[in-house]
C-alpha cells in the first residue's frame, strides 16, 4: 500500500497477542465494544459492563505501535477480523451522532460546513444545526483517503483488497457474528459481547429512507459513488431513491 492508506489501516487495527487476533475498528459499527471486548480480554477492564466513559487508546495495541517485521508476522498468523455496516445506514448514524451530540464535531466540523454551504451564514456560527443535505455537499467534495474517519469508507480504513480477513461480520447480525468470533479466538466463556444499551436508537429503514428522500438526487449521485466499493464489496444494495421509491 501507499504510505497514506498504509498509515490509515495500521491505525485502525487492533492488536490481541494473547488471543491471536487483529481486529480492525470501524467507528459506527459497534467499535467502541468490541474495544472494551480487547480491554476485558487483556486484563485491563474487569467487565464489558463497566460504567467509564472510554478511553479509545489507553490499553489498547495497535499495529501502528509494532515494527514492520512483528506486522508482517501478525498479518500472516493472526485471525483478522471487521465488522461492516450499510454505508448509507452509516453515514446517517455518524451525522446524528457527531453533530446531533457531540460538541467538538459541531465546533471543529459543523462551523466549517455551515460555512461553506449556507448563504448568508456569519463568520462564526454554532455548527450546531447542520443539516443532512449540508453534510452530503460536504461528503461530496472530500477526498476520501482523507476523511474522517467516522464516515470514511470502510474501504479505505480496513483495507480489505490488501489484507486478507477470514471473517467480516455484520451490523445487521451483530450479536450473532461476535459470538462466533469470540468462539474462534478462544476467549473465556465469562467475556461476552456486550448488550445494545437501552437508551440507544439506531437509525432506522424509515428514518433513512426520509433522509435520503428528503436529499437533491443529484448531491446523492455524487456521494454514493465515493461508497461504492462498501455497497458492492459487502453486498449492501444501493438505496432506492427514485422518485417513485420516495412517494412511498
Given at each position: 500500500l501507499?504510505a497514506?492508506?498504509?498509515?490509515t489501516l495500521l491505525?485502525h487495527?487492533?492488536?490481541?497477542?494473547?488471543y491471536r487476533?487483529?481486529?480492525?475498528y470501524?467507528?459506527?459499527?459497534?467499535?467502541?465494544n468490541?474495544k472494551?471486548?480487547l480491554?476485558?480480554?487483556?486484563?485491563a477492564?474487569?467487565?464489558?459492563?463497566?460504567?467509564?466513559?472510554m478511553d479509545?487508546?489507553?490499553?489498547?495495541?495497535?499495529l501502528a505501535?509494532?515494527?514492520?517485521?512483528?506486522i508482517?508476522?501478525r498479518?500472516?498468523?493472526?485471525f483478522?477480523?471487521?465488522?461492516v455496516?450499510?454505508?448509507?445506514e452509516?453515514l446517517?448514524?455518524?451525522y446524528?451522532?457527531?453533530?446531533g451530540?457531540?460538541?467538538e464535531y459541531?465546533?471543529?466540523y459543523g462551523?466549517?460546513?455551515v460555512?461553506r454551504?449556507r448563504?448568508?451564514a456569519?463568520p462564526?456560527?454554532?455548527?450546531?444545526?447542520?443539516?443532512?443535505p449540508?453534510?452530503l455537499?460536504?461528503?461530496a467534495?472530500?477526498?476520501?483517503e482523507?476523511m474522517n474517519e467516522?464516515w470514511?469508507?470502510?474501504?479505505h480504513l480496513?483495507?480489505?483488497?490488501a489484507v486478507?480477513y477470514?471473517?467480516?461480520?455484520?451490523?445487521?447480525r451483530l450479536?450473532?457474528d461476535a459470538?462466533h468470533v469470540?468462539?474462534?479466538?478462544r476467549a473465556?466463556?465469562h467475556?461476552r459481547?456486550?448488550?445494545?444499551q437501552?437508551?440507544?436508537?439506531p437509525?432506522?429503514?424509515?428514518?433513512?429512507h426520509?433522509h435520503?428522500c428528503?436529499?437533491p438526487?443529484?448531491?446523492l449521485?455524487?456521494?454514493l459513488p465515493?461508497y461504492i466499493?462498501?455497497?458492492?464489496l459487502?453486498a449492501?444494495?444501493l438505496?432506492?431513491?427514485?422518485?417513485?421509491a420516495?412517494?412511498?
Amino acid at each position: 500500500l501507499p504510505a497514506g492508506p498504509r498509515r490509515t489501516l495500521l491505525r485502525h487495527v487492533l492488536v490481541s497477542d494473547r488471543y491471536r487476533f487483529l481486529y480492525c475498528y470501524v467507528p459506527k459499527v459497534a467499535c467502541s465494544n468490541w474495544k472494551r471486548v480487547l480491554k476485558v480480554l487483556a486484563g485491563a477492564l474487569g467487565s464489558v459492563d463497566a460504567r467509564l466513559k472510554m478511553d479509545h487508546r489507553a490499553d489498547l495495541v495497535f499495529l501502528a505501535d509494532l515494527r514492520p517485521d512483528q506486522i508482517r508476522h501478525r498479518l500472516r498468523h493472526y485471525f483478522k477480523f471487521l465488522f461492516v455496516r450499510d454505508p448509507a445506514e452509516r453515514l446517517l448514524s455518524a451525522y446524528r451522532n457527531k453533530f446531533g451530540e457531540i460538541p467538538e464535531y459541531q465546533r471543529r466540523y459543523g462551523a466549517e460546513i455551515v460555512r461553506r454551504y449556507r448563504p448568508g451564514a456569519g463568520p462564526d456560527p454554532a455548527g450546531d444545526d447542520v443539516t443532512f443535505p449540508e453534510f452530503l455537499r460536504y461528503l461530496a467534495d472530500e477526498d476520501p483517503e482523507r476523511m474522517n474517519e467516522h464516515w470514511m469508507p470502510v474501504y479505505h480504513l480496513c483495507q480489505p483488497c490488501a489484507v486478507r480477513y477470514d471473517f467480516v461480520g455484520s451490523y445487521e447480525r451483530l450479536e450473532a457474528d461476535a459470538n462466533h468470533v469470540l468462539e474462534r479466538v478462544r476467549a473465556p466463556p465469562h467475556v461476552r459481547f456486550p448488550a445494545r444499551q437501552a437508551w440507544y436508537r439506531p437509525a432506522s429503514p424509515e428514518s433513512l429512507h426520509y433522509h435520503l428522500c428528503s436529499a437533491p438526487r443529484a448531491l446523492l449521485h455524487d456521494v454514493l459513488p465515493k461508497y461504492i466499493l462498501d455497497f458492492s464489496l459487502f453486498a449492501y444494495p444501493l438505496p432506492n431513491v427514485t422518485r417513485e421509491a420516495c412517494r412511498q
